[in-house]
């Protein structure tokens, strides 16, 4: 069975493809296996060399990779141009920055990247007099999403304020896991089964009786203390026919 490559606006077929063998598809993942592995043995300065050629070829290749873009989705060509740029842009950007891994060390709190989330190679270093202070300075945050402790003690990792604590492993995201953070970092969990339990819509259903008054039913219901919801239907029954 074939597929084909549509355009969006026109509904023309633009190329068909066979469908790939399970082999073919084994030997594709293992093709990117490999160059994933070769391209993290490589120096960074080669790597960087590489990413530099590449955000080059997009920038002078603007207008055609915008086309194919057009072609694939039916977004404007106009709008395509300006992801291209922004695609080469980031690939410049860690081309002229990649290579600079940041370690910071004698932060003190006044210093604004003490506390500072940093999504990047930056690695701030804290040394501590003992146990007790390393626990304060990891949990002296305005953000608590996760963090990793590396020791043979659980109970060093239950005492640090953050949303997952994960032991001698940097982090995991599983779907039987619940995650999330606590401070600025947000309340409450995503995941798990518990989860199931926070998207139920819940409602309540109350049906007034007449012909009794309030307190005589407050009194029946009282004599006659319900153990579960199907008792308490067949109670309101009761008292509605007294």
Known sequence: MSYSSVNPATRAVL??????????MIDALATADKAFISWGARLIEERVKTIFRTARLLFECKSESAKLATLEMGKRIAENRCEVDLSAA?????????????VLTGLTPDNPAYKQEFFGPVALVFPTKNEAEAIAIASDSPVGLGGSVHSINIERAKRVETGMVFTNYPDVSWPNLPFGGVKRSGYGKELSKDKTDMLRQLWTMFQGLTGIATDQLALSLQEIPPTNAME??????????E
């Open 232 to 241: 308490m239907g067949q109670i309101m029954q009761a008292v509605g026919h």
């Open 90 to 102: 980031i690939l410049q950007y860690f081309a002229d920055h990649a290579a600079k891994f940041l």
């Open 15 to 24: 190329k068909t493809f066979a469908e790939h063998t399970d082999q073919e």
